[in-house]
C-alpha cells in the first residue's frame, strides 16, 4: 500500500489510555559537545556502536511509518543534534513528507550560528535552545566547557534568518540558578522568544538528581510572582508538555512540571534513538528495535502493523510512576544504578533526546 493510499482514519492510533501517537522525538546522535551536570556528569561513556547509527534515509523512512499512523510533528535531538554532520539533509527529507507537518530542533546552540541559516533554508519550522544561565561562568561550571558566547551568537543568529517563534529551554535547578529566573524571562523578551523552565527530572541515573534540587512549579511561580506581580495561567495546554502563563506586561513563559505535576495522561511523544531503538516514554527501561526490522528489508505494512500494535499496548506514565515513589518515600536517587548505565547507553537522557 502506497503512503497517500493509507484512509485517514487507519492513520490515527491509539495507546491503553486512548492517547494518540502525534509527536516523535527522532536523537541523530548520541553525542555532545557539552557535559550539562544533570544530563553527562560522567567522566566517560560507551557510545552507540557507529555501524548501528541510521543513516538520515533509514531515519526518514521509520519517521514515514510514523505518520502513517498520525505523527506530524518531529524534533531532531540528541546528544547534540547540531554534532550530525549536514543535518539539512535530514530536515530536506523529513520535509518531504507532507504529513510532517512540523519540523523542530532541540539544541544547545554551541553550533547554531553555524548552521540555522542552512536549516532555516532546508525547511526547518522551529529552534529551541536549551539555555540554564546568562553567566558565563555558572554555564562553565554546569557544561564542563566554556561556550556560552557561542550560544548566545547561536541565539542572535536565530533572529536573523526566518525563523519564527524561538523558545528557550531552562532546566530550573534548585540552589543553582533560581536566582536567575527573572533575568531568563527579560532576556528571552529582548529576543522575541519565549522561555520554558523544565523542573529537574531523575530520567537515567547518571544526572546528579535529588529532590532537594528540584524547583518546582509553585516555586517557579512564586518567585516570579514577588518579581512581576500577579501571573495568569494560559488556558489550553491541550498535549503540549509546557503549562504557560502570562505575567502582568503580556509576557509569556512556560513551566515543564514533569516532577511535581506530571502530565503523562495527554503525552503522545515517542522516541527513536540514533540507533533506531523505540521508547515510548522517557522514563522507559527498555526499547522495541526498529533497525533490525528495518535493516532486514521488512516490508512497510509489517513495519507499520508493528507500530501500531506496540503504540496500542502501550501502558508508560514514567513520570507519574516516579512520582507515585516518592509519595512513599522511595525516590531517592537516579532511576538506574551506574554500573547497568555502562551496560546499556540507551538508558541515559543523551541518548533519548530529552
Ligand atoms: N543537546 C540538546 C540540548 O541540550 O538542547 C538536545 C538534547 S537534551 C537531552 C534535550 C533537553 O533535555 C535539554 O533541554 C536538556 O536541558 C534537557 N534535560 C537533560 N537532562 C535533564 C534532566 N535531568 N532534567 C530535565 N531536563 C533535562
Ligand atoms: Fe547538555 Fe543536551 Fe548535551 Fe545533555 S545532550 S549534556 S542536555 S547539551
Ligand atoms: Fe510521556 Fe513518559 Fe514523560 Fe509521562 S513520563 S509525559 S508518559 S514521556
Not at 497517500?4 to 527522532?26: A, E, H, K, Y
Not at 547518571?206 to 528540584?214: F, G, I, P, R, T
Not at 516555586?219 to 488556558?235: E, F, K, N, S, T
Not at 538508558?347 to 530529552?354: D, F, K, Y
Amino acid at each position: 500500500m502506497s503512503l497517500t493510499s493509507i484512509d485517514t482514519s487507519l492513520r490515527s492510533v491509539v495507546d491503553t489510555f486512548g492517547r494518540p501517537l502525534g509527536s516523535l522525538r527522532l536523537s541523530v546522535t548520541d553525542r555532545c559537545n557539552l557535559r550539562c551536570k544533570y544530563c553527562m556528569p560522567e567522566p566517560e561513556y560507551v557510545w552507540l556502536p557507529r555501524e548501528d547509527i541510521l543513516s538520515f534515509e533509514e531515519m526518514a523512512t521509520l519517521a514515514g511509518y510514523f505518520a502513517d499512523l498520525g505523527v506530524e510533528k518531529v524534533r531532531l535531538t540528541g546528544g547534540e543534534p547540531l554534532l550530525r554532520r549536514d543535518l539539512a539533509r535530514l530536515v530536506r527529507l523529513l520535509r518531504q513528507d507532507r504529513r510532517i507537518t512540523e519540523v523542530a530542533l532541540t539544541t544547545n546552540g554551541v553550533l547554531l550560528a553555524d548552521y540555522a541559516q542552512e536549516l532555516y533554508e532546508a525547511g526547518l519550522d522551529r529552534v529551541t535552545v536549551s539555555l540554564d544561565t546568562l553567566r558565563p561562568e555558572r554555564f562553565r561550571q554546569l557544561t564542563g566547557r566554556d561556550e556560552f558566547s557561542r550560544v548566545l551568537e547561536g541565539i542572535e543568529s536565530v533572529g536573523k534568518t526566518g525563523f519564527g517563534h524561538l523558545k528557550l529551554d531552562t532546566v530550573a535547578i534548585r540552589g543553582f540558578n533560581d536566582d536567575e529566573l527573572a533575568p531568563l524571562v527579560e532576556f528571552a523578551k529582548h529576543y522575541q522568544a519565549e522561555v520554558r523552565f523544565i523542573e529537574y527530572m531523575d530520567v537515567g541515573g547518571a544526572n546528579e538528581w535529588s529532590l532537594e534540587k528540584v524547583l518546582s512549579q509553585d516555586m517557579i511561580l512564586d518567585l516570579l510572582g514577588q518579581r512581576y506581580g500577579q501571573i495568569i495561567p494560559v488556558p489550553e495546554r491541550g498535549t503540549a508538555p509546557a503549562q504557560r502563563f502570562r505575567l502582568p506586561d503580556g509576557t509569556i513563559f512556560g513551566i515543564i512540571p514533569s516532577t511535581t505535576v506530571p502530565f503523562c495522561a495527554s503525552c503522545d511523544r515517542s522516541r527513536v534513538t540514533a540507533d533506531g531503538l523505540w521508547y515510548l516514554c522517557l522514563y522507559a527501561t527498555s526499547g522495541v528495535d526498529l533497525r533490525k526490522p528495518l535493516r532486514l528489508g521488512t516490508g512497510s505494512d509489517a513495519m507499520r502493523d508493528m507500530i501500531r500494535s506496540v503504540w496500542g499496548g502501550r501502558r508508560d506514565r514514567g513520570a507519574e510512576d516516579r512520582k507515585a515513589l516518592e509519595q512513599i518515600g522511595l525516590r531517592s536517587g537516579g532511576l538506574i544504578d551506574i554500573d547497568r548505565l555502562r551496560q546499556d547507553p540507551h538508558l541515559e537522557m543523551h541518548a533519548r533526546g530529552g
